[in-house]
């Protein structure tokens, strides 16, 4: 079938939005002991929206996900999501779409690694020259290791230690993304 925007039917952003409905409950979960338990929602949205409009071809699907992210996502993720995906999709090499990803973050959010955010998990994949299964790797340990971080952005901040033992969603959805970014170049 075709896309609200016309873009043919995408088999890889079809299976995208199904994983990502199925990390829903548990990002939303972790959301809820860090912010107000949208996260999950809030990416499976945006997934599901760029499933529902499809891209005109294999290299036309990270363009069609950033797009969704950036038009029809809130809260937080939703444009900070937007820029790290535009940025994989203009980049000519992957790892080019990490540094720039990262910077535009930073400089959108103005959040530093060490925060509690996302960009536990992107700034450590960054250190890597591509995106490959290291980079994606070390995005999951960083995401992991969000759990002894206090909050200084976002929702959390307000928490205090109430958020310590639980790892940050923003940085396990960002694992989760930069891992299928990854998979979309057949690492
Ligand atoms: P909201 O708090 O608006 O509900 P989401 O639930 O969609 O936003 O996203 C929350 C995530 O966004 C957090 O877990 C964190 O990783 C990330 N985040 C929040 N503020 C910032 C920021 N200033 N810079 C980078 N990431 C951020
Ligand atoms: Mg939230
Ligand atoms: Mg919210």
Known sequence: GTGARGGASSPWLD???????????????????????????NIAHGVRRASERGAEGPDRELEAL?????????????????????EFARAERRGEGLRRGLEAVQRAGGARPGDRTMLDALAPAAEHEDLDAAAVR??????????????????????GDRVL????????????MLQAVAEHDGV
């Open 66 to 86: 950033a797009g969704a992210f950036l038009d029809e996502v809130g809260g937080s993720s939703g444009p900070l999501f937007g820029l790290v995906l535009s």
């Open 15 to 41: 299976a995208l939005a199904e994983r990502f409905e199925g990390h829903r409950a548990a990002l939303d979960a972790l959301d809820q002991r860090s912010g107000d338990g949208d996260m999950g929602t």
């Open 165 to 176: 033992g639980s790892p940050d969603p923003g940085a396990v959805a960002m694992a989760l």
């Open 138 to 159: 070390a995005a999951v340990e960083g995401a992991e290791a969000t759990k002894d971080l206090r909050g200084r952005r976002g929702r959390a901040s307000y928490l």
